[in-house]
T-cell receptor, first 112, second 113 residues
Framework: SQQGEEDPQALSIQEGENATMNCSYK?????LQWYRQNSGRGLVHLIL?????REKHSGRLRVTLDTSKKSSSLLITASRAADTASYFCATINTGTASKLTFGTGTRLQVTL | DGGITQSPKYLFRKEGQNVTLSCEQN?????MYWYRQDPGQGLRLIYYSQIVNDFQKGDIAEGYSVSREKKESFPLTVTSAQKNPTAFYLC????????????FGPGTRLTVL
């Protein structure tokens, strides 16, 4: 079963703009992770935020987590054409310590 | 050079044939996973293994089988019982104490003709 749902499904922006993707989930979690996938490739881990954290930064990435609303957002600042990819959120649900449940993904297109 | 390898990158099989997808890691990770990805979709968990000689079914295990005889290897067999096997298959591994951050292989695209 897929727990997370990303919004929007697709996003097209120009280079230099910020991109915001949202993820909603249904059950209580231990942590939430964001992954990136270039077309036809494997996934790359971007950032992990634990259930007791509200915000985390890594380079141009900023992730927020609101456990009361069961939602998270990923902000990519000053986007580049190389950021073009699909982005997935994934959760470790409480009681399932080793299983990641993935959302459906947001396809980001960054144009020059 | 550490990482996860999957082979082959592309695989074609006739309907009714079993096929085995390879996944090897030299990261010394305890846990390994197999996912299926269909076009425009997220990943769905097929099987996972937290330790050698032990594995558990994921959300869509029907028509698949796995083994975990070595820490480094977690092959997936797609059997003829899998009704719709054409998909992109991803293998991943994770270390014990990283909040289950997973490291992915490059994937195998299986097409059943």
């Amino acid at each position: 079963s897929q727990q997370g749902e990303e919004d929007p499904q697709a996003l097209s922006i120009q280079e230099g703009e910020n991109a915001t993707m949202n993820c909603s989930y249904k059950t209580s979690i231990n942590n939430l992770q964001w992954y990136r996938q270039n077309s036809g490739r494997g996934l790359v881990h971007l950032i992990l935020i634990r259930s007791n954290e509200r915000e985390k930064h890594s380079g141009r990435l900023r992730v927020t987590l609101d456990t009361s609303k069961k939602s998270s957002s990923l902000l990519i600042t000053a986007s580049r054409a190389a950021d073009t990819a699909s982005y997935f959120c994934a959760t470790i649900n409480t009681g399932t310590a080793s299983k990641l449940t993935f959302g459906t993904g947001t396809r980001l297109q960054v144009t020059l | 050079d550490g990482g996860i390898t999957q082979s082959p990158k592309y695989l074609f099989r006739k309907e009714g044939q079993n096929v085995t997808l390879s996944c090897e890691q030299n990261l010394n990770h305890d846990a390994m996973y197999w996912y299926r990805q269909d076009p425009g979709q997220g990943l769905r968990l097929i099987y996972y293994s937290q330790i050698v000689n032990d594995f558990q079914k994921g959300d869509i295990a029907e028509g698949y089988s796995v083994s975990r005889e070595k820490k480094e290897s977690f092959p997936l067999t797609v059997t003829s019982a899998q009704k719709n096997p054409t998909a992109f298959y991803l293998c991943a591994s994770s270390p014990r104490d990283r909040g289950n951050e997973q490291f992915f292989g490059p994937g195998t695209r299986l097409t059943v003709l």
